[in-house]
């Protein structure tokens, strides 16, 4: 457990001396900027868009940091050899795999809990308290984090950094369009029907997580949803990274 | 396992590297390699780049499986974790994560290392004192120079205790101090007991330190045995300097030479040493003159480049291609 925890500790420190801390700072800019903006333009829709806008803003800044900061991270390793000092040791694999994985939630979870104390801040200045629906979409944009970062290591765990960041992109978007390749397949019918079918389970259905429009209408979502959303992301994340870790106990490090 | 018992056993051990698009041609980086470590020796692993030196290190630190055969270290698969807890490791151009301070480094691999907690703090000062880094022990090893890198890379290995060293290249782009640091402490290490496996292509850095050899060429393993066995195994040569005499004259004589090399007017040739006599007599009935005879020692770097000489060209670069 102690290596576990050293090796997730680590992950965090190297995040937050590499800087990546900034898109708080760039966060908390944009939104202040955005709301002298807003403030000139608008008055009955003041919260909407701030909402709107802060919560999307929040999840592009923390996605595409998600993406960055895990695709090409074991691949990162097994390039530069640091993965050569530390898989020696009498840890698993597996086990520094999953370490590296949980010190990277670790660092987006601290940055959106920063980001989300700006927000909540910058909401209260304007005598606008988030209500549960904002609380469920961040909430949810955890497990959208869980998940993006699950595919990120699924692909770094055998591709070259770039070509795992690409994919990682890819299915990112591919994952909120999965839905409505669903529905186009069902309409076609036949093999398309089957295709769109398959696709649609084998990719993460990334729009079930995004609960940032219903937050943006003050709508709560049921309780039942929320769970069924989580626990559908949680699980495929899981799957995600189960399948990496037999991939890369099994690879050569040339 | 008893304490006579090799620490390291390897059993015909092959590996081969897939190559191409459709991975379809083979490097055969290693084939069928038998060798023991004992416990307690310091055993080398000479060949030149390319040999499978690295390949052979990597399959026994479960980094790349090998083929076919079978390895062992401490009687157990280089997959068993605990066995770890025994041994460190330094690899080829190690690099640790230049984010941290080397102190902050060799703390991760003490708790990686399964040092208890308690015990961290005492053990990385003990080893930073030991790899003479105490000063730049707080500094970010991104301002490290290549020689403090090699040493916090021998400090993280040895910062759990390990019975067994296993270094790959260490004294490798070293200037000489910084090899005689690492040699230093590599004697240190066995005077403690602790078994080294050792793999270099410096024949010097091989000769000073280790008991026993294993020269690889291609692959394949072509000398192996205890240093002063190999050398003692080598026929004696003398070097003569002779004058007065052309070399064809010389490569006519009934006594078989080792080399006949014409300088500045002299011949400087190469015999066997139990044939010196018969060669001075005939060189003097021929009316040459002899300037000089001096006995050669043979040493390790002889031994290689003959085994070198014998694998022809079997001793290419990084191991035989097949489609």
Redesign the interface.
């Known amino acids: 457990m102690n290596a576990f925890l050293a090796t997730a500790w680590n992950g965090f420190r190297e995040a937050r001396r590499n800087r990546v801390t900034v898109v708080v700072g760039a966060f908390a800019l944009v939104t202040l900027l955005l709301a002298t903006l807003v403030t000139q333009v608008t008055v009955v829709t003041f919260r909407r868009v701030m909402v709107d806008t802060g919560l999307g803003l929040m999840s592009l800044i923390l996605v595409f940091l998600s993406i960055f900061l895990s695709s090409g991270l074991l691949a990162r390793e097994i390039e530069r050899r640091t993965i050569f000092l530390v898989v020696t040791k009498p840890i698993s694999r597996s086990m520094f795999l999953w370490a590296r994985f949980a010190g990277n939630l670790l660092t987006l979870l601290v940055l959106q809990a920063v980001m989300t104390a700006i927000f909540v801040a910058e909401m209260s200045l304007f005598r606008f308290p988030l209500g549960p629906a904002v609380w469920a979409a961040l909430g949810m944009l955890v497990v959208e984090l869980f998940v993006v970062t699950t595919i990120g290591f699924f692909c770094s765990s055998f591709l070259g950094q770039t070509v795992s960041a690409v994919v990682t992109v890819g299915l990112y978007f591919a994952g909120h369009l999965s839905g409505d390749l669903y529905r186009f397949g069902q309409k076609a019918g036949g093999v398309a029907s089957t295709v769109g079918r398959a696709i649609y389970f084998a990719l993460p259905n990334l729009d079930r997580l995004n609960f940032r429009s219903l937050a943006t209408y003050d709508v709560v979502p049921t309780l039942d949803v929320a769970l069924k959303s989580a626990v559908s992301g949680l699980a495929y994340g899981v799957a995600l990274l189960v399948v990496a870790s037999l991939i890369f106990e099994r690879r050569d490090f040339k | 396992m008893t304490s006579t018992e090799p620490l390291i056993r390897l059993e015909s051990v092959s590996k081969d ?1 897939r190559l191409g698009f459709w991975l379809n041609r083979r490097v055969h980086a290693l084939r069928e390699l038998t060798l023991d470590v004992r416990p307690g020796e310091v055993f080398g692993l000479l060949g030149p780049n390319g040999a499978g030196k690295s390949t052979t290190i ?1 399959i026994l ?5 090998a083929s076919s055969g079978k390895a062992t270290l401490f009687g157990q698969p280089p997959s068993n ?5 025994r041994l460190g ?1 330094v ?1 080829e ?5 230049e ?2 301070t080397g102190r ?1 480094f060799l703390s ?2 003490a ?4 040092v208890p ?1 308690h015990e961290i703090r005492a053990r990385v000062d003990e080893v930073l004192a030991a790899v003479n880094m105490e000063k730049a022990g707080n500094l970010r090893i991104r301002r490290y120079s290549k020689g403090m890198i090699q040493r916090i ?1 021998i400090g ?1 290995a040895l910062v759990h205790r390990p019975e067994l060293l296993i270094l790959d290249e260490p004294t490798s782009g070293l200037d000489p101090l910084g090899r005689k640091l690492v040699r230093d402490l590599i004697l240190s290490e066995r005077r403690r007991g602790t078994t080294i496996l050792f793999s270099s292509h410096i024949i010097s850095d091989v000769e000073a330190v280790c008991e026993r050899v294993a020269v690889l060429v291609g692959g394949r393993l072509v000398r192996a045995g205890s240093v002063s066995e190999l050398l003692t195994n080598q026929v004696p040569v003398a070097e003569v300097v002779v004058e007065g005499i052309t070399a064809e004259v010389v490569q006519a004589l009934p006594t078989p030479l080792h080399q006949v090399e014409a300088l500045d007017g002299r011949l400087r040739v190469r015999v066997a040493d139990d044939q010196v006599n018969q060669f001075i007599g005939a060189v003097i009935a021929k009316g040459g003159r002899v300037r000089q005879l001096q006995p050669e020692r043979f040493s390790l770097e002889d031994m290689f480049l003959s085994a070198l000489k014998e694998a022809g060209p079997r001793g290419t670069v990084g191991g035989e291609i097949s489609e």
């Open positions: 590297y990597k630190m479960n980094l790349v499986r974790r605990q066995m770890r807890r490791f690899p151009n190690p690099a640790p994560y984010y941290l902050e991760l691999a708790s990686l290392g399964e907690r890379a993280q």
